[in-house]
């Protein structure tokens, strides 16, 4: 029997041979429609769009003798897997977003000093020694139902939408720093409704407000598919066909494995550097007669407008996740805009208060376990996941200090769209190596938005 013909939905990005349906012609329904997949009144869609059935509910269908498929009962709309809210600089709720508590002067000094993370206000006493770090900014709460009625606040959206996952710290991690990766316990989008995943450490002992931290959140359909493709098509025209001398080899020099073969992986933006004047460290472009070259693919071959549109998506993305940062952890956007707006000219993205300096580009990249000891303390590290089409080639983003069930490691899928927060300095993480990496034309290509630490002064610190 021949293979069914796949074809892709235009909502999630799926390939599939499962039943699809158009846009109904009711003027009320299709508004509803819209609405729920995030589909502006005015976007023209094209005639072939098409919605797939996983996102209806079971009793939304019938099913047709005659023609032997699904259809849906009159009045269905979407109900899974549906799109995050809207977070485009078109949204006039999101334009304006700054710290709503000032920071003072001394957690200010503190921050920009980054030798320690901020101290929390918990008296609990016969408690033995913390396993781990410790820090509260992406969110915390005396129990599982005090996080999630915190996520409710900020973000607006009901308790169903939120999941939570409780992981133990590990007295032994699955793997060490610089080793090779090994596969934990696997965590996906469960459900259809599920927006937010919630990964909360506990406190053996503690019974006070911070019982349970937050570690990371994993926000599902931040990009459309559309827009996901576009970015992913316009970074391989861009900086990765500039970057071909850069692609991996097929033997890891140190290491003599072969989990990045073929990947590709470019640092743009402002970054520390220890040759910074005076000490102490500072922003790489410090030097006057150096002009800043933020998104410069340093290639002969490259063109003006290359890297005026890679470094337009890269802007668009920065604000995104800062606005998602901005309303999930509200803490940790505080801490990472304590330099502004001095030290303005060391970030990326647009608006008042951007939060993020550097960007890393991983095409089908494996990482060893590692710790990003450059960022900034007390901050939050964003990644943002585009997929090539029809790709089932995954890859997971790993956690091997924590388990759950009892399972070591925990590691994440992260579909297409989708953007985890983390602290990345604090904790050891990595990601899974690919059957077929390909650096040219990833499986997965990942955007990691990160705030380097000491980037803190005016025009670079050019004096």
Not at 33 to 44: D, G, H, K, T
Not at 142 to 152: E, K
Not at 169 to 191: H, I, M, N, S, W
Not at 410 to 433: C, D, Q, Y
Request: hydrophobic share 35%; with cysteine.
């Amino acid at each position: 029997m021949p293979p069914k013909q796949e074809y892709r939905c235009d909502v999630c990005g799926r390939y599939s041979s499962m039943s699809r349906f158009s846009l109904p012609s009711d003027p009320d329904l299709n508004k509803e429609w819209r609405q729920r997949l995030r589909i502006e009144e005015s976007e023209v869609l094209k005639v072939s769009f098409k919605v797939c059935d996983e996102h209806f509910l079971p009793g939304q269908f019938s099913l047709s003798s005659a023609a032997k498929r699904k259809t849906l009962q009159p009045g269905a709309v979407p109900s899974k897997f549906l799109p995050f809210p809207d977070l485009s600089l078109n949204n006039p709720e999101l334009t304006a977003i700054s710290p709503d508590v000032p920071l003072d002067e001394a957690r200010r000094s503190v921050i920009l000093a980054g030798h320690e993370l901020l101290p929390m206000a918990c008296n609990c006493r016969n408690v033995g020694p913390e396993p781990g770090n410790v820090y509260s900014h992406i969110v915390h709460g005396g129990n599982v139902a005090s996080v999630i009625q915190t996520l409710q606040t900020r973000t607006g959206l009901p308790a169903e939408t939120i999941r939570v996952e409780v992981v133990d710290y590990l007295e032994k991690p699955l793997f060490g720093k610089t080793d090779c990766v090994q596969l934990g316990a696997t965590v996906f989008r469960r459900t259809g409704t599920e927006m937010i995943l919630s990964v909360l450490k506990r406190r053996p002992g503690h019974t006070c407000d911070f019982s349970f931290v937050g570690i990371a959140i994993v926000i599902f359909g931040v990009l459309k598919p559309e827009k996901c493709f576009q970015i992913y098509d316009d970074t391989r025209k861009t900086a990765l066909s500039h970057a071909a001398h850069q692609t991996r080899p097929a033997i890891e020099p140190k290491k003599g494995c072969q989990c990045s073969a073929g990947g590709i992986n470019r640092l743009f933006g402002c970054g520390y550097s220890i040759y910074f004047p005076g000490g102490g460290g500072g922003c790489k472009w410090f030097c006057p007669n150096t002009p800043a070259r933020k998104f410069d693919f340093e290639s002969s071959t490259a063109t003006p407008s290359d890297m005026e549109l890679f470094e337009s998506n890269v802007n668009g993305m920065a604000n995104i996740v800062g606005r998602l940062v901005a309303k999930f952890c509200p803490e940790a956007h505080r801490n990472m805009t304590a330099a502004l707006p001095e030290a303005r000219a060391c970030r990326i993205g647009h608006g008042n208060w951007p939060i993020f300096s550097t960007v890393n580009i991983v095409a089908d990249v494996s990482a060893h376990g590692h710790y990003d000891d450059n960022n900034q303390r007390n901050g939050l590290t964003a990644i943002v996941v585009t997929t090539r089409r029809a790709t089932k080639n995954l890859q997971y983003h790993v956690l091997p200090s924590y388990g759950v069930n009892g399972q070591k490691g925990i590691a994440f899928e992260l579909p297409m769209g989708s953007v985890l927060l983390e602290n990345a300095r604090e904790e050891l993480h990595s990601s899974t190596k690919l059957r077929e990496p390909d650096g040219q034309h990833p499986n997965r290509l990942g955007f990691v938005f990160l705030l380097h630490k000491r980037l803190v002064y005016p025009n670079h610190g050019i004096k």
